[in-house]
């Protein structure tokens, strides 16, 4: 087993307390540090999660002093369903009091994929100075068949060791993806997989096995090099 598993009877009893275990790791690592870096994943899981910091706890978090990311993203423009940033923007951001721009879309505006990705980096690069631990919260999600990010399997992404961002194109709709690459997110302090439903169950038994092969389920890949790794399931996702 890598990492922690915290186990859930379902997506809701998950979102709740994964809602409070972010509120107060945000708030401790204010207090702390005197700013919080967060990196939001896309798909559909983390709703509930978002609706919960935007409502019960959005009087909590220090907004002022937090810092949005997004761990991938479609070239889609942002006012297209499929925009993971419109997702977040809906369910979270334009509910709380953040300042704008405190908010790091990565830019689907800009014309191709390769730009929108070295433009990220640049932004990425600038903000944590190389210093060594980049995000202090990572969300991510998994896909059935265990890509997380858009980390898909057999990418040649999976062994980019030098790149923080890098454009790839994904067997799923939309295909045209920015992704940020292992990296990168295995230098966050604190990477929280959310993971719901029991068409992910085969996937998640593999990549909480310290055997599996990462180039097959890339979630596998996700390693914290020094950080905090928990798998927060619901009661069909889980593994064991
Ligand atoms: C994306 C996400 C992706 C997502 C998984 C799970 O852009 O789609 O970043 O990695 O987290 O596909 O999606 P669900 O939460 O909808 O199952």
């Known amino acids: 087993m890598r990492g922690e598993l915290k186990r859930f009877d379902n997506l809701d009893e ?19 540090k005197g700013a919080c870096s967060v990196a939001l994943s896309g798909g559909n899981t983390p709703r509930a999660l978002h609706h919960l910091l935007a409502t019960r706890y959005r009087d909590e978090i220090p907004w002022d002093s937090v810092s949005i990311f997004f761990g991938d993203e479609r070239y889609v423009p942002h006012s297209d369903k499929k925009s993971n940033y419109l997702m977040a923007k809906e369910t979270l951001l334009d509910l709380v009091p953040i300042p704008k721009g405190n908010i790091h879309p990565i830019r689907t505006d800009l014309s191709g994929t390769d730009k929108a990705a070295s433009a990220y980096e640049r932004v990425l690069r600038n903000f944590f100075q190389d210093v060594g631990e980049t995000f202090d919260l990572l969300l991510l999600g998994m896909g059935k068949e265990g890509h997380t990010a858009s980390l898909f399997p057999h990418s040649k992404v999976l062994d980019e060791c030098r790149k923080w961002v890098t454009a790839v194109d994904v067997p799923a709709t939309p295909s045209s993806r920015i992704t940020l690459t292992y990296p990168i997110l295995n230098r966050s302090a604190s990477i929280y997989f959310l993971i719901a439903g029991s068409d992910k169950r085969p996937a998640l038994s593999k990549v909480v096995n310290t055997e599996s092969d990462y180039h097959l389920f890339p979630a596998r890949g996700i390693e ?11 009661s069909s996702a889980d593994p064991a």
């Open 14 to 32: 998950l979102s709740e307390a994964a809602a409070a275990d972010v509120c107060s790791l945000i708030s401790e690592t204010v207090s702390r």
């Open 224 to 234: 914290p090099v020094k950080g905090k790794l928990a798998f927060w399931v619901d």
